[in-house]
Nanobody, 126 residues
Framework: QVQLVESGGGLVQAGGSLRLSCAAS????????MGWFRQAPGKEREFVGG????????YSADSVKGRFTISRDNAKNTVYLQMNNLKPEDTAVYYC???????????????????WGQGTQVTVSS
């Protein structure tokens, strides 16, 4: 199994930046796709961004495109989410997830990811 641990969340003012980290351990050899999701109070969990362990393809939701950047460090088994120009509407619990499949864009729904981290809170004040 794959274990995922998120870190880097916190409280930041609008316009500020945060970098979230997701450290993977366990059966990472069977993991091909990593995704970031977020869930705000009273709302459904939504896709933020995705990346594969191989290649250079990344995917971002329209709501964060141009502000958030997804990257990885294969040697450290770690995926990052760099968040710039944060807005109050970005406030949510952010989750890291993994899939054993190579997922095309359009398949980055929570149901397609089998392992999840515990989540890290991001709060953006106005």
């Amino acid at each position: 199994q794959v274990q995922l641990v998120e870190s880097g969340g916190g409280l930041v003012q609008a316009g500020g930046s945060l970098r979230l980290s997701c450290a993977a351990s366990g059966r990472t050899f069977s993991t091909y796709t990593m995704g970031w999701f977020r869930q705000a109070p009273g709302k459904e969990r939504e896709f933020v961004g995705g990346i594969r362990w191989s290649g250079s393809s990344t995917y971002s939701a329209d709501s964060v495109k141009g502000r958030f950047t997804i990257s990885r460090d294969n040697a450290k088994n770690t995926v990052y989410l760099q968040m710039n120009n944060l807005k109050p509407e970005d406030t949510a619990v952010y989750y890291c997830a993994s899939s054993s499949r190579i997922l095309p864009y359009g398949s980055y729904s929570p149901a397609n990811f089998g392992s999840w981290g515990q989540g890290t809170q991001v709060t953006v004040s106005s």
